[in-house]
Every structure is written in C-alpha cells, then in structure tokens.
C-alpha cells in the first residue's frame, strides 16, 4: 500500500537553510512532487523528481532522492518569511497508473525573522 | 504553469441544501480532474477522479451518491454537495491534470464548505 509520512512542523530562522523530509513506502513510486500550500489557499507545484534521478535542483530548491531508504528531502537555501507555508511531498506509482497522487501529512514551515 | 480556477471560495450552505463547486482548466485541456477534501490541520484525501465524458472514480469510502461529479467538458468539472451536513464542512480543492503531460497535475485555490 501507500503511505506517505512527514514530520510535522520545522522551525527556522530568515536566512538558514530548511530541509523538509518525507518517506514513502511503494516501491513502485515514479514521480514525487512537492508542494506548496499558504493558509486557506491550493497547491502550488513547486517541482519534481523522477525516480531515475537522485537529485533535482532549482533555483533556491534542492530535492535529493535516496531510493534505497525511500527518502526524499526538500532543501529551500537562504529561507525567507514567504516561505512560511506547509509543504507537502506526494507520489504517483505504478500501481494507479500514475493517475493517483498520494500526499504526505504535510510539514508546516515557520520562518521567524 | 497552467492555471486552474476554482468557483466559489467560500460558500456556507444551511443543513439539507446542495452545493456546486467548479473546477476550470482556464488554459489548458485537461482529461483528467481530481477532487479532494482537507481537513484542518490534515493532508488532502483524494475522492474521486474524473475524465471527460465517463463516470466519475470514487476512493473507498466517498459516497457517489452524495458527492455528484460532471465533467462535461475538458475545460469543467463539477462537484455537487448533494443535502449537506455540517460534517460535510471542509476544504475542497479540484485539481487537473493537462492533456500533454502525465506527470504534473495543477490545483484550483480551494473551496472553503461550511454548512449551518
């Protein structure tokens, strides 16, 4: 089955670097995504990996994919009080034909000046 | 990156009513849209998916009955809240998925469901 766990809440200064970190448990997972999401609004796509990858970087983001431990980690360099938000990484697998994307619990980033 | 409206954002609803939230793919064809429901404080649990011109697929547990899904169109779907109760109040957001990818889907801003 599918199960995507978080760690629940992340606490930074403005200036350091988060690291937000997810597990997942199906071996079939292809692609995972993270995203974005500021109190009462949707998701907002901020990248993705394949699964073939073992790291993706863009601009101040850098997911790493350790596809032996089923980890991923999202790595937001120099965090600004924007980023204040909760995160959620999410997966499509094999097994729903990648139609399916399956969400983690969500990880709440607060970003204090 | 494609953008994805949700109509309307907050609706409160008395007890027994129904409710109609839509979901649009402003520049975009999607054949496939998703529902979800979020709790406060929780993740989002997929209900259902849908593509155009078929019936709708509903996750284990969603009533279909209760929780009408049109997608007429490959620019529209619909969810309908049929006689709602408080403990249908939540957070509903649509999401859809483009014609030439499957692998990136985009999300509406959320409908925010509260029945009296």
């Known amino acids: 089955g599918e199960d995507v766990e978080q760690s629940l809440f992340l606490s930074v200064r403005e200036g350091d670097s988060s690291v937000i970190n997810c597990t997942y448990t199906d071996s079939s997972s292809t692609y995972l995504y993270w995203y974005k999401q500021e109190p009462g609004a949707g998701l907002q796509l901020l990248t993705y990996i394949f699964s073939n990858m073992d790291m993706k970087q863009d601009q101040r983001l850098t997911v790493l994919l350790n596809k032996k431990d089923k980890h991923l980690s999202l790595r937001i360099a120099d965090t600004q009080t924007g980023d204040s938000a909760i995160y959620f990484c999410a997966e499509t697998t094999m097994n729903t034909g990648f139609q399916k994307l399956v969400f983690g619990t969500g990880t709440r980033l607060l970003v204090s000046p | ?116």
């Open chain 2, 1 to 116: 990156g494609a953008v994805v409206s949700q109509h309307p954002s907050r609706v409160i609803c008395k007890s027994g009513t129904s409710v109609k939230i839509e979901c649009r793919s402003l520049d975009f064809q999607a054949t496939t849209m998703f529902w979800y429901r979020q709790f406060p404080k929780q993740s989002l649990m997929l209900m259902a998916t849908s593509n155009e011109g078929s019936k709708a697929t509903y996750e284990q547990g969603v009533e279909k009955d209760k929780f009408l899904i049109n997608h007429a169109s490959l620019t529209l779907s619909t969810l309908t809240v049929t006689s709602a109760h408080p403990e249908d109040s939540s957070f509903y957001i649509c999401s859809a998925r483009p014609r030439r990818t499957d692998t990136e889907a985009f999300f509406g801003q959320g409908t925010r469901l509260t029945v009296v």
